[in-house]
Structures are given as structure tokens and as C-alpha cells.
């Protein structure tokens, strides 16, 4: 847990699922609560599993909440994104257990990569996290950071 009372999700974690399909979250991402705070598994159209922890849970509730029954658009994506989530809390051991929609969909079958993205965290394949992978391609960061004012 960092100073700020919450985890901050930094760094990358090779991972292998146990027989259950059960993914240990790191250590440092825990904290107190896990198994009754609801986490999000989501697919990411990149092609991984994008989960939401708690706060941002509550944040994407928030902003579902507000959105008008008439608004056939949010209506839809909630249909098509929300259809194919998965909800879940950690066991005392921090493990997850992904649905085999959601490893269908990011190609992890064995070995996953667990990528910290500040506030949330992706789980790769390696094989697609190979193409992502700062050290294994030619994107600048530092143009990165600037086309995105940071």
C-alpha cells in the first residue's frame, strides 16, 4: 500500500494461473479488504484483460449510474462491455480467478504478464505483451509522455 491510503499499480509481473485459472495479484498491489472490495475484469479491445480495483469500481459505477435509460449508445456498450466483465474479490492469498471467456479473449493460456498502470492493471499474454513491451519496441516515451502532456 503506498502512503496515499491506496495502491498504485507500477511495474510488470510474469505470472503463471494455477489448475483453477486462479492469477496471484503482486503483494505490493494488495491491502486490507481484498476479499470483500470488488474488482472488475473487463476485456480491453488491446486484446487483454483490463481490471478495475475497488476506487475506480466505484468511480465507473458512478458514471454508469448517471447515464440516461435514453441514451441508446451507453445502453448498448453497457450491454456488449458489461456482458463479457467479470467481477470478483481476492482470496486471503491474493489469487483471482479469470473466466475462461476472459482467457479466450486475451489468448492467456498458461503464463500471463501483469502490467501496473498507475491506477488500474492490464494481464497480457506474453505473447501480445512482446509487442507492447517498452525494451522489445521502437516507441519514444519520452514523445509519449509529451503527445499526452505529461
Known amino acids: 500500500m503506498s502512503a496515499l491510503g491506496r495502491p498504485i499499480f507500477v511495474g510488470k509481473h510474469q505470472r503463471n494461473l494455477d489448475s483453477k485459472n486462479r492469477l496471484t495479484i503482486p503483494s505490493k498491489w494488495r491491502f486490507d479488504g481484498d ?3 470488488v474488482f472488475l475484469a473487463l476485456p480491453d479491445p488491446s486484446g487483454s484483460i483490463l481490471v478495475l480495483p475497488p476506487k475506480q469500481v466505484d468511480k465507473l459505477f458512478e458514471e454508469i449510474e448517471s ?3 435514453s441514451d441508446e449508445d451507453a445502453q448498448l456498450l453497457q450491454d456488449k462491455l458489461f456482458s463479457q466483465a ?3 474479490g481476492c482470496d486471503k492469498q491474493g489469487r483471482m480467478n479469470l473466466t ?3 482467457l479466450e479473449h486475451s489468448g492467456i493460456t498458461k503464463e500471463a504478464i501483469v502490467v501496473g498502470r498507475m491506477t488500474t492493471f492490464r494481464i497480457w499474454s506474453p505473447e ?3 509487442g507492447i513491451d517498452p525494451k522489445s519496441n521502437n516507441d519514444d516515451i519520452g514523445k509519449l509522455m509529451k ?3 505529461l
Request: glycine share 0%; net charge negative; aromatic share 16%.
Open 67 to 69: 447515464q440516461r435509460i
Open 35 to 37: 476479499t470483500e472490495d
Open 100 to 102: 475462461e471467456e476472459l
Open 86 to 88: 467479470y467481477s470478483f
Open 128 to 130: 501480445r505483451w512482446q
Open 147 to 149: 503527445r499526452v502532456n
